[in-house]
């Protein structure tokens, strides 16, 4: 696959997403949107991973390139280029899709669990999935899905914590991806972050987890993998059906 990701600040990277593209033998880009790198042809694209980031959707004027990226992001799920979004990512695409962002009631910061939802059974990027297990997060902002979309996953501090949209576009809140040193690099640049909260834990709660670091891997791992499965189903279909027409819209997203 060619895999394309986009980088908010540098202290967020894709981290285990790239050592999983690594290992498979992926081709991956990437675009740092604080360097102001240009923005992909999505005819170069397979699969694209919009990263987290401490800015909120609707901060355009601060972060001008914004409206630029949700655009990106509408022409990706409306070409069924396969999306994954992750914290800031999965808030963009919801707003995309025709979803509400805003300040949630509690911040969510460090180890919480989160529980599977009925439809999680029927996705096939989420049906293999543990029923309940303990992610990573750091997020202050959540969001309502449009019906269009199935909510996958919630947590006692946050309703959406994951959700699919068609076939192709997976939205996560919390850090699957995340490394010890990903951990201590978004302590150390978030700290801010850290009042009291029933839902935020203090710096030495967050580090060293390596039994739950190792599962939110281990999950990643079969996300991806599934996204990958889905990806080559697609270029079978191409490949055995020569008069088809292009995958074409998913639908026509704010229009």
Known sequence: MRIHYVQHVPFET??????????????????RLFENDPFPSLSDVDMLVVLGGPMGVKDEKEFPWLATEKQLIKEAIQSRTLVLGICLGAQLIAEVIGGEVYKNDKKEIGWFPVHLTNDAAQSEYFKNFPRDFVPFHWHGDTFHLPSE??????????????FVYGDHVVGLQFHLEFSDTSIQRIIEHCKTDLEQGTYVQQPAEMLGRSQWLEQSNEILTQLLDAMEAKAQAWNREQTHTFDEAPRGSFRNIGD
């Open 149 to 162: 979309a199935s909510r996958i996953a919630s947590s006692p501090g946050c309703i959406n914590q994951a």
């Open 14 to 31: 894709p981290e285990m997403i790239a050592v999983w593209a690594q290992d498979k033998g992926h081709e991956v880009t990437s675009q």
